[in-house]
RNA sequence: GGCCCCGUCGUCUAGCGGCCUAGGACACUGGCCUUUCACGCCGGCAACACGGGUUCGAUUCCCGUCGGGGUCACCA
């Protein structure tokens, strides 16, 4: 039986990395008809589990990335929690400590730095002394009657080799030699991640470790631990971290300023940026961070695009597949085809994925979630949901591809301000409506529009051009004049749907407050 | 610095000795379409890090160099 987990630690935020790692796992999983499990790994944070957990189990539900085991559902080998389970974590202590395998040091941090000091001075590794290691209870309490305290360390083998099978790296070895004594018990009686990690793989029947490749050299003390204890071992793959934009650093959350000077993610941020600040979403870097999965939740991303596109970061089928729905992709998942080298995440092409697949959403769940993005930003109250549903849906189908993002209809605000308070793009106001005989002509095009029924886009149209035909204009005479009268901007939906959309009443009243307009002024 | 890993267009990648004058996608770009903006359509630019081998033949195998990165905690 297949069994993956994935091993947030509750800081509040999901990392795109730390996605990308969840959803192989998941894919894994699911392609073997096993199970995927969620482990919090929690052993030493003062953090407050209760706020810090959600947000990160909310951003894998919204991905749909479910968990068979783990917090709020439960599973056979509950708590899946690693600070409820000190007590399995000493006991596997005190086996490693009764076969030798470990022991108990009460170094002083200053002596160990001493001692780090001198190997790298000398050039060479920095291995233990263990000169303050108790072997016997009674040196152990004449380290303490110093007024010592101890911690408990892995007597890591002092030559060979640890050599594995890596899934995605092929064989692997590293000297023993160069490990250290490292710790696996604090003082204060709480473990270390290694101790926990390898003792919860275990307890869980975890059959396949996959986890970033920073934890490729931390598999040989993981290993000692496991093979001390006695446990199969499990099988490991160590994917490729998703690296910077342009660049092969991992990706971190906290140089987001560095990486907005990528023109691709500037552009993104910005784009964003502007939805969240009419939603009035706090966006502060610590929030508001491409770096983390909340960030593309909240200006209207679709989960399934980024599942798509992180998929995609470091995996291929062939030469061609790009598109894949989840039964696809959990069909067609093999960790044989994920790459070794780290894959830089971009930006634009995680846009490009997004645009693909809002293109395939129903105009009707396209105006659900547009209409929320509307409510928010307080221009629709929601209380008559059903005839905002439907103005949201009229614009939905008229603003087409435009709409890139949920949030993108907030660039559409001229289809819910009051007649009375347009504003104009002032520039385009001069150019088109102040000069020449644009006012007169609209003042013209004002009465067409009293006699035009229905008030429809077609028949909006029909009637537009037999005027232009008896007037002897052109509709690129006109029609930017137009434009900006009604919705105050150059550029727009396509002028008859816009103005369907306004209806009858806010064109007229929209045209006799442009032409009664001054040069730029506002008349009152 | 020690140890380890990686190295095909700007980016994600295909390629597992000849199918490669290296394919696809995104980005960029020229044009078309058009009432604007998008979309769409047609076209273009653009890569095997370098040097040695092995081989009839290397992007593919080996070695070295260079470059990039990860990791060296009483963090996870």
Redesign the pocket.
Known sequence: MVRTRF?P?PTGYLHIGGVRTALFNWLFARRHGGRFLLRI?????QRNLDEALPPILDGFRWLGIDWDEGPEVGGPHAPYF?SRRGARYETAVAELLARGAAYRDY???EE?QVE?EAAERS????VYSRRWMAETDEQAARFEADGR?C?VRLRMPRSGQCAFQDLI??D????WA?E?D??VR??DGTF???LASVVDDHDFAISHVIRA??????TPRQIFIAQALGYELPVYAHL??V?E??????LSKRKIDKYLKNA?FQKLYDHARSIAEKTGHAATPESFNPVLIEFYRAVGFLPDAIVNYLL?????L???T?DFTRDEMIRAFDLA?V??????F?P??L??FQ?RYMRRVPIDSKAESMLDFVIRAGWLSGVDRDAELAKVRRIARAA???IRVAGDVLQYDEFFVADDRLEYDEPAFEKRVSTGESKAWLKVFRGVLESVDPFEAPVV?RALHAHLEETGRK??QV??AL?IALTGK???????DAMEILGRASCLARIDRAVARGHGEEVS
């Open positions: 091993a630690s790994d929690d052993t030493d944070q690693q170094a002083r941090a160990l780090r050039g060479g590794a920095f305290s911690v790296r092929g692997v070895a590293f000297d160069k250290q490292h710790v604090r003082p270390l991640y290694h490749v920073e934890h490729l050299s931390n490729p971290y690296a934009p342009g660049s092969q650093s991992k691709d995609l970061l470091g995996w291929s062939d030469d061609k790009e085809r790459t070794k080298s780290p894959a830089s971009d634009a092409k846009m490009a645009e087409g591809e435009r149209e509709i690129g029609i930017h434009r150059p550029v727009g939906f396509g002028m008859f």
